[in-house]
């Protein structure tokens, strides 16, 4: 269980109220919770997936969405290599709060991050205030991967996190990111010791080579 | 039963080590915020009968996220989810620099569970903010990330060890104690240790919210240290510590063996800001965080004599 060829740090941002800490638990518990507490600075999770033949750990972090908590929020954006960026298809405004969410990304992230962008509740199609197309063209004007979810059917949710993880893996492939450096939000997993960026990584490391 | 004490200072160390008796709670805390210096006839219902403005969207929103597993709160339709609404939207237009930021629902919770009215919630909340988190829910959070800073410092001086394997794993304290502080450790504390750290807080004001910090830190230090080799369990570990760990024998036998003094920390304060960490001009660091003692206990004195 505990060993994987890599491990990809996320963050999951958007407006407050949008879902993020459900999809969070949906990916990693496969559960919805309706009413959960309000995350108040950070949540943290993580589940393995498998991308191509490789375990590939997700270790997720969930934001604070209401404003005053962005300037803690940006923090965390460093050293990470894959962002969920998420709205609310029954909410216009946290739709056209997108900009400035991505401003954020781009300025505190590293050039290389991979965006998903999500419009979550889509189970609530007969409130929609957004359209899948104004979705579909915000993230192909801004270079983002886009998929509708619903954390609380679970569409799409496994797809969203695994779809970003494929990109980022391809990235690496392709050596477009350099696994070694800590500001890729890449980490070599503890199947290879020798190769181990963990400081102190013993009990995995024994559990992991088998 | 109110007990009489021989010193005021006594009355106080004695009220931190024995508990408050519950009915009195309320009226306690009310005394150490000095809420009645603020307190205004009829202001409440002022307030509410007020215009609604932007902020209340994201309150409507907030608040069946609020104590959602409490049954005070758990329903929509409940008189404790109406109340924990006009509170906030009261307080909203009573402070607009604060205005509303999550983690002020916490508190007005834990008063509404105290059986207070939602009028005297709401002076608590506001004398609360007032007097020893004035900083702390403005809209730069500034307070908050002043007292992160402060606490890194004190962690390096309390227990280096942990300092050091934080520091190795990119563990910052904004990371954990932001919702410690800003919830006044609801969300981390079982209740038993909640109510008795909040009597302190309102006894000694925020020196308390670092001094539980670092007791809840030494409670765990063990694990954190053993069992949690890489920053993913550790902060798995922190920011759901298991509550049996932090029942009030072990927290407080932990938190008197940390030792900080005010100036101390006020030092440290003075120092963070200094070098930029969050500075924005305005701050009241330089005052020190110790409530004017004198006053509270001569009114605690009245409040407990026979």
């Known amino acids: 269980m505990a060993s994987y060829a890599y491990l990809f740090k996320y963050i999951i941002i958007g407006d407050t109220g949008v879902g993020k800490s459900c999809l969070l638990l949906q990916f990693t518990d496969n ?68 900009a400035t969410w991505l401003e954020d990304a781009r300025k505190y992230s590293n050039a290389n991050i991979t965006i998903m962008l999500i419009g979550n509740k889509c189970d609530l199609e007969a409130k929609r205030a957004v359209s ?43 050596g477009v990111l350099d696994v070694t450096n800590e500001s890729s939000g890449i980490k070599l997993g503890p199947t290879q010791p020798n190769l181990s960026s963990f400081p102190s990584g013993s009990a995995e490391t024994v559990r992991g080579c088998c | 039963t109110p007990v009489h004490f021989p010193t005021p200072n006594n009355q106080a160390r004695k009220m931190v080590i024995y508990g408050i008796p519950t009915t009195l709670r309320p009226r306690v805390w009310q005394f150490f915020a000095e809420e009645a210096k603020i307190r205004q006839s009829g202001f409440y219902e002022d307030l509410l009968n007020r215009e609604r403005i932007p902020i209340f969207d994201v309150i409507e929103r907030d608040i069946p996220r609020c104590y959602p597993d409490h049954q005070l709160f758990c329903d929509n339709q409940s008189e404790g989810q109406r109340q924990l609404f006009d509170i906030l939207k009261a307080y909203a237009h009573y402070n607009p620099e604060v205005g509303y930021c999550q983690g002020m629902g916490r508190l007005v919770g834990v008063f509404l569970m105290q059986h207070m009215s939602a009028e005297d919630s709401f002076w608590l909340l506001a ?78 004001g925020t020196k308390i919210l670092f001094r539980i910090g670092l ?25 759901h510590i298991p509550k049996d760990k932090l029942a009030p ?25 200094l070098h930029g960490v969050p500075a924005r001009g305005e701050l009241s660091t330089s005052e020190s965080r110790s409530p004017q003692k004198s006053s509270k206990r001569r009114v605690f004195q009245r409040v407990f004599s026979p």
């Open chain 1, 31 to 98: 559960r919805f919770q309706p009413a959960h507490d309000l995350t108040i600075g950070v949540e943290f999770g993580a589940r393995i997936v498998t991308v191509g033949q490789k375990r590939i750990k997700l270790q997720i972090w969930d934001t604070a969405g209401q404003e005053s908590f962005r300037s803690i929020t940006r923090s965390y954006y460093r050293g990470a290599a894959g962002a969920l960026l998420v709205y609310d298809i029954t909410r216009r405004d946290t739709f056209d709060h997108l």
């Open chain 1, 132 to 174: 899948r197309e104004e979705g579909e063209s915000f993230a192909r004007e801004n270079g983002l991967f886009f998929i509708e979810t619903s954390a609380k059917t679970a569409a799409n949710v496994e797809e969203a996190f695994v779809h970003t993880a494929a990109d980022i893996h391809d990235k690496i492939q392709a």
């Open chain 2, 127 to 204: 004398a609360t903010i007032r007097q020893y988190l004035p900083q702390y829910y403005v809209p730069t959070l500034t307070q908050v990330r002043i007292d992160s800073a402060v606490f890194e410092k004190l962690l390096q001086e309390h227990n280096r060890k942990l300092a050091n394997h934080f520091a190795v794993n990119d563990i910052t304290p904004l990371m954990y104690v932001t919702s410690w502080f800003m919830t006044l450790f609801t969300m981390t504390l079982p209740w038993a240790s909640v109510l008795r750290v909040w009597d302190w807080f309102y006894l000694k």
């Open chain 2, 215 to 239: 007791a809840i830190l030494d409670c765990i230090s063990d694990h954190l240290l053993t069992e949690c080799p890489t920053n993913s369990e550790i902060l798995q570990y922190l920011l």
């Open chain 2, 249 to 273: 024998e072990h927290l407080f036998a932990a938190a008197n063996r940390v030792r900080i003094k005010t100036h101390h920390i006020d030092r440290l304060s003075r120092q963070v800001t």
